[in-house]
């Protein structure tokens, strides 16, 4: 596609209640990266895909949050039993290059998830 | 580690005059750095980033910055704000794993 496309656009979810925040990269591109960001804040890095292989998780907060890229394009982002602190907009972003620095990185517009 | 350090969250200034947004960072290892802007529930586009070679890096929108690696800046210029340029600016670095490190982000307020 012709930019990062992230879905849904916003989110609210019980306290308690899994959700699931999709991602679709730009054709091609090799990297893919999960980032968080709350209000006020600037984006916290959450995990790395290069293809299918999750080279970096580092960042993800708790064991309630799980990422995947089975086929090295589409990335999910899961959050289970969802807690108030996980409201945040959760931004993907992909660039065509592999995990090498000064690669463009393309962002999307987010998915905004409220906790209620 | 890296880290990265804006050193003002708000910048109010009039249309038409001259802008800074400053931006030191940290690192241990070589690096490259970023400007991103993000307006208004959208994401994070980028302005300008420097990688090697000449110090003084151009954008798009009439942006620039200039690296400097003895005192550790990368400050976002721009000669003449519009109404437009009001949006939150980031600055960034990545080393060698590649991934991106942000600061707090600098909210620029034009005023007519």
């Known amino acids: 596609g012709a930019g990062v496309s992230q879905s849904p656009r916003y989110k609210v979810a019980k306290r308690g209640q899994d959700v699931a925040l999709r991602c679709d990269p730009i054709s091609g591109h090799v990297s893919l990266f999960w980032y968080q960001q709350a209000l006020g804040q600037g984006p916290e890095f959450l995990t790395y895909f290069q293809n299918e292989a999750q080279l970096d998780k580092s960042g993800l907060p708790s064991d309630r949050f799980f990422a995947e890229r089975p086929e090295g394009s589409v990335s999910t982002l899961k959050i289970q039993r969802t807690q108030q602190e996980d409201s945040a907009v959760y931004l993907c972003?992909?660039?065509?290059?592999?995990?090498?620095?000064?690669?463009?990185?393309?962002f999307g517009e987010g998915s905004w998830l409220t906790v209620v | 580690a890296q880290s990265v350090t804006q050193l003002d969250s708000q910048v109010p200034v009039f249309e038409e005059a001259p802008v800074e947004l400053r931006c030191n960072y940290s690192?241990?290892?070589?690096?490259?750095l970023f400007w991103y802007v993000q307006y208004p529930n959208q994401g994070l586009q980028l302005l300008l980033k420097?990688?090697?070679?000449?110090?003084l890096v151009k954008g798009i929108n009439g942006f620039e910055a200039e690296f400097n690696k003895s005192q550790t800046s990368f400050h976002l210029r721009k000669p003449s704000v519009h109404i437009s340029d009001t949006a939150e600016y980031f600055c960034a670095v990545s080393g060698n794993t590649g991934k991106l490190i942000f600061g707090q982000g600098t909210t620029l307020q034009v005023k007519p």
């Open positions: 690192s241990s290892v070589s690096v490259y």
């Open positions: 420097y990688l090697s070679g000449s110090t």
């Open positions: 972003a992909s660039s065509l290059g592999t995990q090498s620095s000064g690669n463009t990185i393309y």
